[in-house]
């Protein structure tokens, strides 16, 4: 069971700033040269999320208080839930596919009291920051981005319906197509409100954030508006919804270290040799996905697909016992706990503190590394698919971190939840509704 309400969005006056010039991608994927250039603008969002002052949290809350008062952001005058479609183009096959999600408020909880589920693992660094964030500003800026199961379509009907008319916004930012309908009829956000109720939510990306929200509202249990964050669901059905890998490459082990380990682990493997990186992108592509299998490169030295052998434990190979046998039949799971700790020698804390270990979204980019290094060594991954994330999840399973990458991005800044605007008299009606 998960608790949504709507929500006094804060937002951007449309008329005083471009939203293609102002909004900003999530603070942790935001390079510091990217972050200079984006704080060339008087308004853009990066100033209020990844300040680059010496006091950072102060100064954006005198920029979110400042801004208010010159009329740049202006908070709507009624609870609303607010349609967002992202219209993209497949970074791989080129396809072009929409997104469809609704921003709302859900009340933050534990994972262990609410319907709220994780799939990867949090860092304390982060939660730190966004903490120190929240308390300085009392908003949140960027939504959790969250999956909701809708076997029954009911959800992706409802945004449809509602996205049936001429968009309130329809602009480009960050390489997507954005659409974005405010939902303010009472009957239609009782009629979500409910829809939503019976479901759980999967984290797909926001989980520090989500954390923040939680360590936030425990402090300030006093205080009704301070226990929901802004959160952006998507229905599970969303032909429009992608996950994409996260490669992995392998940085300051000497090639002299990693050859003779790596070939000890042959053994567990079906190895086949590709003859260019081309062709281990397409053998791993078109590989079975009842197997586990990953492609490692180094330039020069090793370009090929491993397959893990049939009737082979991850546990007993390890060392390490699985916390559930699900865990068999992630690939992620052998490439991590059999390649990198018990093979390379990568520790778990290192991996976490991504010590000799580095994450790309971007595979070209990964591999201009590896053929530059040639002691670098380059682990080639599929995606997760939706079924396991979830299943995992569901069990309390997270999965290692840097695991799934769901793209595109959600904007941080399209509706700001800024907690002195909402009345929990507004989530107490609507929860009445579906009593």
């Known amino acids: 069971m998960v608790h949504t309400a709507p929500l006094r969005g804060l937002r951007y006056n449309a008329t005083r700033v471009n939203l293609s010039e102002v909004l900003a991608p999530p603070y942790d994927v935001i390079k510091p040269q990217e972050r200079d250039v984006m704080a060339r603008h008087p308004y853009n969002m990066v100033r209020l999320i990844l300040n680059p002052d010496p006091d950072p949290y102060a100064s954006a809350a ?30 791989e096959s080129g396809q072009r596919l929409t997104r469809k999600g609704v921003l709302a408020r859900i009340k933050a909880e534990a994972f262990s009291v609410s319907g709220v589920r994780p799939h990867e693992k949090t860092l304390v660094g982060p939660k730190a920051d966004r903490l120190n964030l929240t308390e300085a500003t009392a908003c949140n800026f960027s939504p959790v981005f969250g999956l909701m199961p809708d076997t029954d379509n009911a959800l992706l009907a409802w945004m449809e319906q509602m996205a049936g008319e001429t968009p309130e916004w329809d602009f480009e930012f960050d390489h997507c197509q954005h659409r974005f309908w405010p939902v303010y009829d009472e009957t239609q956000i009782a009629r979500l409100t409910s829809l939503c109720h019976s479901r759980h939510v999967l984290i797909a990306d926001g989980h520090h954030r989500y954390e923040t929200a939680v360590a936030y509202a425990q402090r300030h249990a006093e205080q009704a508006e301070s226990q929901y964050t802004l959160i952006t669901l998507v229905p599970m059905s969303d ?9 992995r490459l392998v940085t300051g082990l000497h090639a002299d270290a990693w050859k003779p380990r790596l070939a000890a682990l042959r053994s567990h493997f079906d190895c086949m ?14 590989c079975d996905p009842q197997r586990l299998a990953f492609g490692v490169y180094s330039s020069g030295q090793c370009c090929e697909l491993w397959i893990w052998k049939k009737g082979v434990s991850i546990a007993q190979t390890s060392g390490h016992a699985l916390e559930d046998p699900l865990v068999e039949k992630l690939d992620l799971a052998v490439l991590h706990q059999v390649i990198f700790e018990h093979g390379l020698g990568i520790s778990a804390e290192h991996q976490s503190q991504q010590t000799y270990l580095k994450y790309f979204k971007h595979l070209n980019e990964a591999r201009d590394l590896a053929d530059h290094f040639p002691e670098y060594l380059l682990f080639v991954t599929r995606a997760v698919s939706l079924q396991l994330i979830d299943s995992l999840a569901e069990r309390g399973i997270c999965m290692p971190q840097k695991s799934t990458y769901f793209y595109p991005k959600l904007p941080s800044g399209l509706v700001m939840h800024a907690h002195n605007l909402q009345s929990e008299a507004s989530a107490d009606k609507l929860r009445k509704a579906y009593r």
């Open 239 to 247: 032909p429009g919804l992608l996950v994409l890998p996260t490669h």
């Open 62 to 91: 005198a920029h979110l208080k400042a801004w208010q008062e010159q009329g740049i952001l202006a908070p709507d005058s009624e609870p609303a839930y607010y349609v967002h479609y992202q219209t993209y183009t497949h970074p």
């Open 273 to 286: 040799p590709c003859p260019d990186f081309a062709a281990l992108e397409k053998n791993l592509h078109h």
